[in-house]
């Protein structure tokens, strides 16, 4: 996502800053809030580092259109590193849905209660949000099999799933239509851009990395990604959950990319920047 000449690399980057943008009002109430942040930071780290994404992509039916997709199977292929393929993730499919019948049973549990949203609120909440899309993508996308993935057998989790798409289409019911851009243009209107990310950038000096503002360095992901694709640019910002990254376009105007701490390596090298 990109606000300006500050572009947000990653989901969590991203939901974070359009919280800041869009403050809590009468016209958009908070999704996150002191007593369910901690209950999302949980969900989110289940989703991604406790494999219930990496699982469901190794659920991926290989008659999925996107299956046979060259282009989506060499970017896959990129994320997930030298060696790794799509295809690949079928053969340990039997292994994939006896660990996923232990994700789903773990998050059956959280509504045992009988609660509508996994953070006890009166409304979706941003924990819901890092919880649920990887169990709406696998009920409504990947087929699972109905002999262990079905209504009757987690049904508090089939029922979070339908309040979140109710939620979710009845917000976008209210929201104004986007503007669509194509890629160029989407180019030009980022270049032609000021800087979003107001104040000025802070390199933290007391950061573990012991890393100097104008450092150049190299930033990617640790949880996929990072193996064909490195950003390299001159370090602008550092703090305990974010990095800044100040980098250069063919046409010569500088571009801010910011990610997360989590998951996210940091590496000093010698070389000038690059986009």
């Known amino acids: 996502m990109a606000v300006g000449r500050d572009v947000y690399v990653d989901t969590r980057m991203i939901l974070r800053r359009l919280e800041e943008l869009f403050p809590p009002s009468e016209a958009h109430p ?12 949980l969900l989110n780290k289940f989703t991604i580092d406790a494999s219930v994404f990496t ?16 282009s989506f199977v060499k970017d896959r292929a990129g994320f997930s590193g030298k060696g790794s393929t799509l295809h690949g993730g079928l053969k340990r499919r039997p292994e994939t849905i006896a ?15 009988g609660r509508d949203w996994v953070g006890g609120t009166e409304a979706v909440s941003f924990a ?22 079905s209504e009757a057998l987690y049904p508090r989790v089939y029922s979070w799933r339908n309040r979140f798409k109710a939620a979710l289409d009845n917000a976008r019911a209210r929201a104004p239509k986007p503007v669509s851009l194509k890629g160029s243009a989407a180019v ?30 190299q930033l990617f992901p640790m949880d996929g990604g990072g193996f064909t694709h ?17 980098v250069l376009a063919k046409t010569g105007e ?13 590496q000093e090298v010698s070389a000038g920047p690059r986009l």
């Open 254 to 266: 500088e571009v801010r990319i910011h990610a997360p701490r989590w998951q996210f390596r940091i």
């Open 188 to 217: 030009q209107a980022i270049l032609g851009a000021d800087f979003s990310d107001e104040g000025p950038p802070t390199v933290d000096p007391n950061d573990p990395l012991k890393l100097q503002e104008g450092a150049v360095v």
């Open 55 to 70: 699982r469901a992509v190794q659920m991926m039916p290989s008659h999925l259109p996107s299956m046979n997709d060259e």
């Open 99 to 113: 660990h996923m019948r232990h994700l789903f049973d773990i998050a059956e549990s959280l509504f045992a209660d």
């Open 30 to 41: 908070a999704l996150s809030s002191m007593e369910t942040a901690g209950l999302a930071a």
């Open 128 to 149: 819901d949000l890092e919880g649920v899309w990887s169990f709406d993508w696998i009920i409504s996308d990947l087929e699972p099999p109905a002999e262990y993935f």
């Open 230 to 246: 490195k950003d390299r640019g001159r370090l602008v910002k550092l703090g305990k959950d974010e990095v800044a990254i100040a």
